[in-house]
């Protein structure tokens, strides 16, 4: 029997389950302003995975990556939804 898909998936699931509160976290604290942070750390992740030998660890790091870079889209969402006022505003953060 071969568990690489079902670890793939797991870890994916993981990764994007793992981002979406980070994005929530990152828009509050911070503001659209994050966006520089997930660029580049997808973008090194992107690189790794070409550089890994290893199938599961490559396949693993090209989703982070691509994750990553997904988040950049998601942040510019959360503001949209901070403004509807489905999300907490900080009022510690300038505008």
């Known amino acids: 029997m071969y568990f690489e898909g079902i670890i793939i998936g797991l870890i994916s699931f993981l990764i994007i389950?793992?981002?979406h509160p980070v994005v929530?976290?990152?828009e509050y604290c911070i503001g659209k302003k994050i966006w520089p942070i997930f660029l580049l750390s997808g973008?090194?992740?992107?690189?790794?995975?070409?550089?890994l030998e290893d199938t599961i660890f490559s396949i693993i790091s090209g989703v982070l990556g691509f994750s990553l870079l997904w988040s950049?889209?998601?942040v510019y969402e959360q503001e949209k939804r901070v403004r509807k006022g489905w999300f907490p505003?900080?009022?510690?953060?300038?505008?």
Do not use: A, Q, T
């Not at 505003?89 to 505008?95: E, F, I, V």
């Open 17 to 19: 389950g793992v981002l």
């Open 24 to 26: 929530i976290k990152g």
């Open 43 to 51: 973008v090194i992740f992107l690189i790794l995975s070409m550089f």
């Open 72 to 74: 950049i889209h998601e």
């Open 89 to 95: 505003y900080n009022p510690k953060r300038k505008k």
